[in-house]
């Protein structure tokens, strides 16, 4: 029995072996890096074995890491191209075939969104080098350098809030393998340094679907902006592509070995290709299993709700909600008795009118994006011939532009001369703002000790926060000014 045990304790752990949820929530939690980097790296190591043998056109020479770039470039340029050509001759969207469809993804990615640039994170402890200069000033980049408006996490958090589609921290696990990959290279990037430069190398390179998921939802009344403002800020020419590129040449000299570290930096690209990726998602989505799924999770507390009196059937509604597996029966036997009329404006089903008509019985039950779900399924064929209105909602609008709000952020300017010492505190000093002020009046006594505090406010878990996005402001302004004595050396 104990050889049995200790041959299987010797087995090299597989990524089944791996829940990629908890590893991701894990990493997340205040102690998370420091606990978890021993399982962390199992993780990682798991998934480098596992995208080994994934083929990727990276070259084996940084020097020829430009031409490749420009080659890719133009590349996704031209089959960008291609598509609007079929579009603007009438062809239909090649991805979100329903607004529902598009929220979906936008749930369904949000694991990933939700930690973006964390695979970085680790190089901050590393501000003092100029050799890992273009990484930092990326991954500040990604933090918006502490202007909320640009802070990548605080825009997705606000473009889920907004569509209503919050819930995806209980999504499958398979949903959080990316996110999970990302923090576990933030967590062992000392050891794992050369892949963290390499998934970056990867990440970094512009790709088609963003690209056509920004054109398409867009086209469906969801802002697209997250997404418009990764085509433009990673762009090939002076934007994050470019300076990952840079960052492969600049960190060189801290490795022995060339070949080596390049074989690593492909490991880290290829390790792009875990988990679902883009098209995975969007392909995984099933608007009946959808509908199901969303009166299913209803089911709980719905089945205690309804009177006695609505009988479908010879079923009460709270008998028909006692065993969620009945719901996709209950669908069934609604359209037999016309309680749904499928392929019809969802206007004319007396379900529909329950949950959203004026005063609706169950008004507040179902989320903007759980309704536009049951919408669509509802219209079926006929969902693209409804008013635009009707089918997509209210067109979005950014109350303001984020470029037009970085003025507005408190904290942006600094006299730089005067030990960082803020030039406007425009904020009172009242309960909301408190830890804030009491963070700023803290940080002016620590001396030397100060970038390793504010370290700690930049990371996954913390930076798109009020505090962290305070701490990320000073962090780049004591990185940037050439009169302190924390520049670098």
């Known amino acids: 029995m104990s050889v049995i045990s200790n041959e299987v304790g010797k087995r090299a752990r597989t990524v089944n072996d791996w829940s990629a949820r908890d590893m991701y929530f894990s990493l997340l939690s205040p102690s998370g890096f420091s606990k978890g980097r021993a399982d962390s790296a199992g993780f990682l190591t798991a998934h480098l074995k596992e995208t080994s043998q994934h083929f990727n056109n990276m070259p084996a020479h940084p020097e020829q890491l430009e031409a490749w770039l420009d080659e890719h470039t133009q590349v996704v ?9 079929v579009r603007q001759e009438g062809g239909r969207r090649w991805y979100f075939s329903s607004k529902a469809h598009a929220l979906y993804f936008l749930r369904a990615v949000a694991p990933t969104k939700m930690v973006d640039g964390a695979w970085l994170y680790g190089i901050t402890r590393h501000w003092h080098d100029a050799r890992f200069a273009s990484l930092l000033k990326i991954y500040l980049e990604e933090l918006g350098n502490g202007v909320e408006a640009m802070n990548h996490v605080v825009l997705y958090r606000k473009l889920l809030k907004v569509n209503e589609c919050e819930d995806w921290k209980n999504l499958d696990d398979k949903f959080f393998t990316q996110g999970a990959l990302q923090l576990a290279l933030a967590a062992n990037t000392e050891t794992h340094l050369p892949e963290v430069i390499g998934f970056n190398l990867g990440y970094e390179q512009l790709p088609l679907h963003l690209l056509i998921t920004a054109y398409e939802l867009k086209e469906l009344n969801i802002d697209p902006y997250y997404f418009t403002l990764h085509t433009t800020i990673d762009n090939a020419h002076s934007g994050h592509a470019r300076a990952a590129i840079e ?3 600049e960190a060189m000299p801290t490795f022995g070995s060339a070949r080596r570290y390049m074989e690593r930096i492909m490991a880290g690209v290829k390790l792009n290709d875990a988990g679902l990726g883009t098209l995975d998602i969007i392909n995984h989505f099933d608007l009946h299993g959808e509908v199901i799924r969303v009166l299913q999770n209803k089911a709980d507390i719905g089945r205690y709700m309804h009177s006695n009196r609505c009988v479908i059937e010879g079923k009460t509604m709270n008998e028909w ?3 969620p597996d009945q719901v996709a029966k209950l669908l069934y036997i609604m359209q037999k008795t016309g309680w749904i009329k499928r392929h019809q404006d ?15 019985p169950m008004f507040g039950v179902f989320t903007a994006y ?6 669509d399924w509802i219209a079926g064929d006929v969902l693209e011939i409804l008013p635009r209105v009707a089918r997509l909602g209210p067109a979005w609008r950014m109350a303001e532009h984020p470029m037009a709000q970085r ?10 001369r ?11 000093d009242d309960d909301f703002n408190h830890e804030q002020l009491s963070l700023e009046r803290y940080l002016h006594g620590l ?10 406010w930049l990371s996954p878990a913390k930076h798109h926060t009020a505090l962290g996005l305070c701490a990320t402001r000073y962090f780049k302004a004591y990185l940037d000014t050439p009169y302190s004595q924390y520049s670098r050396t």
Do not use: C, T
């Open 346 to 360: 969802p206007e004319q089903s007396r379900f529909w009118q329950v949950i959203a008509a004026e005063k609706a």
């Open 418 to 428: 005067s030990g960082l010492r803020l030039a406007e505190l425009d904020l009172p």
């Open 321 to 323: 909600l006692a065993d």
């Open 77 to 85: 340029g031209r089959q960008f191209q291609e598509y609007l050509a």
């Open 370 to 375: 759980e309704r536009q779900v049951i919408y």
């Open 447 to 456: 001396g030397p000790k100060r970038m390793e505090f504010l370290i700690d």
């Open 247 to 249: 960052a492969v040449s």
């Open 407 to 416: 003025e507005k952020q408190r904290g942006n300017v600094y006299d730089l």
